[in-house]
């Protein structure tokens, strides 16, 4: 049972409608997570739906690379609102069903931007990201007593926004490849096993963590 939430319909509904073609449920509610009133209705859809949270996964995310010294308030204010403020609020409010439940598993992702200076125009992005590796291992402690799992994944993998990145960048996949230690620059799926784990009952005696999934990138 999968609910997806996001500002972008078509892809959210796409993601739903991959999961019932694997057999499974899925429900798509448009949240924007910087948005405590869209958060709170979509925790009330799921509880309606399927009556419990057991996994909730922070994933939502922005980026339009400027330089600093080019950068507008408003577009600083809103990257933070989308990945940081909207992992807190995803946090808080699915937390506290988690604390009634006896437990659960929260994922924050943040971005090897958060602890390296590789790109050029992201110090919003980064900036919020790191905060969500702050964040992770407070809320980490913050829950434990509940049996509330928080732990953080750091990907670099090939998606839109890394996408954005390599334009701003002037980069092509093939100079993407060369960077990464292990040869190649993944794919989504190739963090798929991590978010796996920390949803998991082989994770229940691991909290606080960010694990790196890219391919040594950060090493």
């Not at 448009?30 to 949270?53: P, W």
């Not at 609102?81 to 992992?87: C, I």
Request: glycine share 10%; with cysteine.
């Amino acid at each position: 049972m999968v609910v997806v939430g996001g500002v972008d319909a078509a892809a959210a509904q796409e993601v739903a409608d991959e999961v019932k073609a694997l057999g499974g449920e899925a429900l798509m509610v448009m949240t924007d997570v910087s948005q405590r009133v869209e958060i709170d209705a979509l925790v009330d859809a799921t509880l309606k739906r399927f009556g419990k949270i057991d996994i909730l996964v922070n994933n939502a995310g922005i980026i339009n690379p400027v330089p600093l010294l080019e950068m507008p308030e408003d577009q600083w204010d809103r990257t933070i609102a989308v990945h940081l403020k909207g992992t807190f609020n995803g946090t808080q409010a699915v937390a506290k069903h988690m604390k009634d439940q006896g437990g659960g598993k929260i994922i924050n992702v943040s971005a090897p931007a958060a602890i390296r200076a590789s790109s050029s125009g992201v110090s919003d992005y980064a900036s919020a990201k790191g905060g969500i590796v702050a964040f992770t291992k407070n809320a980490a402690r913050e829950l434990a007593p509940y049996r509330i799992n928080v732990n953080c994944i750091s990907p670099a993998v090939y998606t839109r926004m890394t996408a954005a990145l390599m334009e701003a960048d002037h980069t092509t996949l093939e100079q993407r490849h060369s960077r990464v230690p292990l040869g190649w620059f993944g794919q989504p799926e190739d963090c798929a096993g991590a978010f796996v784990f920390f949803a998991s009952k082989d994770a229940d005696y691991v909290t606080g963590q960010v694990l790196a999934v890219d391919g040594g990138t950060t090493v």
